[in-house]
């Protein structure tokens, strides 16, 4: 299980800062972020089925790119402050709605929901934001990776 010490959420913080000095970074007991807030959360519970649905689901997309998965997901949430349109957060929320009730109700799996939830807009742009400043700035990123130890 990935823990984030009190130094790594220093050298996550001077990253982020490199992007938007306004973003906060912090723990959570999952990787999210509030966008409005512009807060990145970074998570300490190991998701892994989670993690290698993403995975599975980010290898499918025509952007793939060979990365770390926790990098990635850390990219991600940064770039849904780097994304944020309210109009774009309302249809996701929606849409993940829909998309629990289907899985409760029986109608799909939660492989399904989970693929069909990492291609909702705001998720999908936040994703290949992270993919694109890691291909613009892939050494940045490989420092970031191995400081953290990643």
Not at 28 to 42: A, G, L, M, Q, T
Not at 99 to 128: D, H, P, W
Request: hydrophobic share 35%.
């Amino acid at each position: 299980m990935r823990k984030y010490s009190k130094n790594d959420l220093i050298i996550l913080q001077k990253f982020v800062d490199t992007i938007d000095n306004e973003i906060v970074v912090d723990k959570s007991n999952r990787y999210e972020c509030d966008p409005i807030n512009k807060e990145v959360f970074v998570s300490n519970k190991d998701y892994e089925e989670l993690d290698y649905q993403f995975l599975e689901w980010f290898q499918k997309q025509p952007e793939f790119t060979e990365m770390n998965i926790v990098l990635l997901s850390i990219l991600h949430e940064i770039g849904h402050c780097m994304t944020y349109q309210e109009q774009r957060n309302e249809q996701r929320d929606t849409i993940e709605n829909m998309l629990v009730f289907m899985f409760e109700q029986g109608v799909i799996t939660e492989k399904e929901m989970n693929f069909a939830y990492f291609s909702i807009e705001c998720e999908r742009l936040a994703t290949m934001w992270g993919v694109e400043y890691f291909k613009n700035n892939r050494k940045q990123c490989l420092e970031l990776a191995e400081m953290l130890g990643l």
